[in-house]
């Protein structure tokens, strides 16, 4: 028996040792990368300023181009989207940033079913801290993993489990050398078709009350800081209603927030040659989508 | 509750609490085996144990009165097949009524298929005169519910199991070692293997025509891994939970995909079950004893049984069909006979592809689905796209299943001539623990084999 404590206290000190190492390594290659989303991620997160911040989720990653809206705006703008995330995630994103400086606006594209409604494949709402894992020694960050599972903020204790399913990214991101253009953007190419086109999951149409808190904290911070935040509902693909937009109008008249929707917009919505898939403008689609933005952004920022 | 979920691990030290009971301490450590099975059984679903205590019940105080009855062989018969009905008759019911009422919700007690078998198994033990009845409704019981096995098996034989749950021993050291090995290479095959591959099969198989033939393709041959990676994961935990408690269970699986013929590959995979049904089904038919055309017709009956306990669907069916046709094939062209080593290789490629489209079935919703795939792969296939997902993911299916194959390599060619010492073990062991952190699926997720 005493050989058996023995080699499992050497195991228990190689494991030690290796999460140590590899969170050590892993933190200098994140913070020192130049390319890939661990760039761009550590650009808009850590090391640069921005006057415009566009958050949400894949819609936001694929309809805003930051490059095409500096030109109009005359402002610095990076794209923050994440795919298949939401405002829990983009909340633990915001708490960053703010630590270290106040953006003037924040463009907030809205996915109902990952900002507000319930979703079948949420579980336990944990997928939506995976891109915050690497950051979570962050106070804001922790903050937002504690609120939604202790067991995630036991879970970080290893340094390895920071960047669980990221690490081939952040070593790649690390190696190459190609600084990105696009700051966040995520251009798709591809053209809709009837055979193509994606189903989504179902979606029970009914509030997640763990993430209208998020909103609501969100929109909070938002007017604490003197941010001018911007609600956006950006085009999907053969629409005919905006109704599960129903819920964030109302949040967002209620605080005196401009809501911008394009969700049935005509020029988009029965138009294939935009969109990549049901829910994804492709670039073309996301050039035109932008300028329209911009038009109306124009607006709202010279009344704030 | 998932054996990957934070509450089991709560409980495992007092699992490892157990090994400390002292010696002698026989109704202790069945009780607390019991209390602990009981209790996780419980918390997957409370109403389930009623399924639990419906067969145990049956399956012992029917052996009891088989022993009574044994000098009346007509009485005996009778019997037999009595309870036979009343301890199948949950299973057949429950197994019949999704296929029946399509639209009606699905209630299902978790491991019903498995200890069911195993209770069946027990009862006709003890009417062929192979087992003797057992008395004490402590062991009985834990051999029905014993936990490690209970949600998903190895369906345990009676004289295998019940004699080491009627003594059970303070386990060794190196039964806690072994253990403690089994249950990180179960949980590294579940959450690094299985999960991460099944991800990107789930995506593709639920979008399928968003996908080019090739992808599909990709999808049936990473399908065979993640099968595989997630049921082997799991009786590998279930066998180190075990060993931890000093218990043997039998293996499940021998290296599936070295198997050089379809009923090679029978004898490899899912062990306990085509033991099972090897014993109790092929056998009482006749078996091999019998014509050459009963023989055939054994062996199709059989693997339909083997695809109807999966599920009552035509999909099931046809895989079982399909597998029986093989087999009966292999044994009709004497291609289950062992190969030269020249076409050792082949042969496993070509048994490769053949369980691989089996699986095709397997995974199938249904018939109309099975028809569209394959006409998806045929007549659409473009080269490899892959779109949405990552190279994150592909590296890490590359890995684990690299790592898996290796393991398999090794256990099949290279367990005898190489002996890895306790301090590579530890280290590898360390390393495994390591990679789950960085790459495993920690959710807490269900194993394949829990829905059957």
Redesign the interface.
Known sequence: MRKLVNYCLLGVFIIICLDWLGGLVLDYFRSNANSGPTAIQEDIYKRKEFEVIIMGSSRACHHYIPTLMEKELQMTVANAGKEGNGIITMYGIAEMILQRYTPKVIIYDVTPEYDYLHYSEDGNLTRYLTPLLPYSKDKGVKKVIDKISRTECVKTLSNLYRYNSVIPTVIHDYLKNESDTLRGYLPLYGVLSQVQGRTMSNTDYYMNPTKTDFLQYFVSVCKDKGITLVFAASPKFGVESSDVFEWIHKLATENHIPLINFYTDSLFVNNPNYFNDAVHLNNEGAIIFTSKVCNVLRSIVAEQ | MSFLS?QFWIILPLILLYSLLPDGKQTIRKLFLLTVSVALYVSWNPISIIFLAWVAAITYSGALFQEKARENEHKLKLHFWGLLILTLLPLVTLKIRPAACPSSSVFFPVGLSFFTLQAVGYLSDVYHGRTQTVRNILDYSLFICFFPQLSSGPISKANELLPQLANPKRPE??D??IG?KHLIWGIFLKAVVAD?VGASVDAIY??Y??YSGADCLLATILYCFQLYADFCGYTLIALGLARICGICLIDNFRQPYQATSISDFWRRWHISLSRWLKDYIYIPLGGSRCSRSQNYMNLLITFIVSGLWHGVKWTFVLWGVFLGFACILEKALKLNQPVTPTFHLLRQLLTFCAIDFSFILFRSPSISFFKDYIRHIIFDFQSLSLPDI???AI??WIIGIGILITRDLYLEYGVERWKIK??LS??V???L??GI???????GGNFIYVNF
């Open positions: 934070i050291a190196s806690i070692g403690i991460n639920k979008n025509l968003y990552g190279k994150g590296f890490t306790p301090v530890t280290i062991s360390a390393l623990i390591c952190l960085s790459f495993g699926v920690l959710s």
